[in-house]
């Protein structure tokens, strides 16, 4: 009967440090969400009300624009980019982070970058983050027509892609995730992409990029 009881107690041990060791490695293999102040969450945050901004303006030009080359680049800004923002939306609920965050948070997961201290400037222009529209010039777009519409819609979606494209590249550089540094680098290559795009129609219209943000004066 004793040698029974030492012989339960012995597999009991045994069957308690398998638990643990298994405890320890399951604890291993789960993915730690990344806190608040990470450059996941900071970039998950900003890059989809940056893409919210866009998909705005290319509904705008689905609508308005008169040829169809552009009411096509414009599809296929609002899907590729709704798609994204709605995943970085997912992300941050799976991580138990609210989808807005305050205006004082804003880009800070960039602080100390060139970016960062550009985005200072811009924020004096009215823009939230790198290459978004201001107020202004949203209300200026949904005014116009023809072919004064396109290249307004041109040249201000080529500025917000080459602020979000920025944004980004620090993201699939700095960020702790799979997933962040998979869909930071996707938004690179199809905002790169749509970029030649947007310069050439530009240029067979006649009409120029915006000036960078550095170069404009507040």
Known sequence: MRALSARAVLLGL???????????????????APGANSVDVGFARDMATHHSQAVSMAYT????????????????????????????QQLLISWHQPISGSGTAVMAWMAGTDLHARHVVEQRQGRIM?????????ARLNSETGETFEVDFLQLMLRHHTGGIEMARYGADHATTDEVRDLAGAIVTSQTSESQLLESYLAARGASPLPAASAVTS
Request: aromatic fraction near 0%; avoid cysteine; proline fraction near 7%.
């Open 14 to 32: 045994v069957a308690l440090l398998l638990a643990l060791i298994l405890g320890i490695i399951a604890g291993r293999a789960l993915p730690t």
């Open 61 to 88: 030009a689905i609508e308005a624009a008169p040829s169809a080359e552009v009411r096509l680049l414009a599809l296929d800004i609002a899907s590729t980019q709704g798609n994204q923002a709605g995943r970085m």
């Open 130 to 138: 790198p290459g978004m529209a201001t107020p202004a010039e949203m």
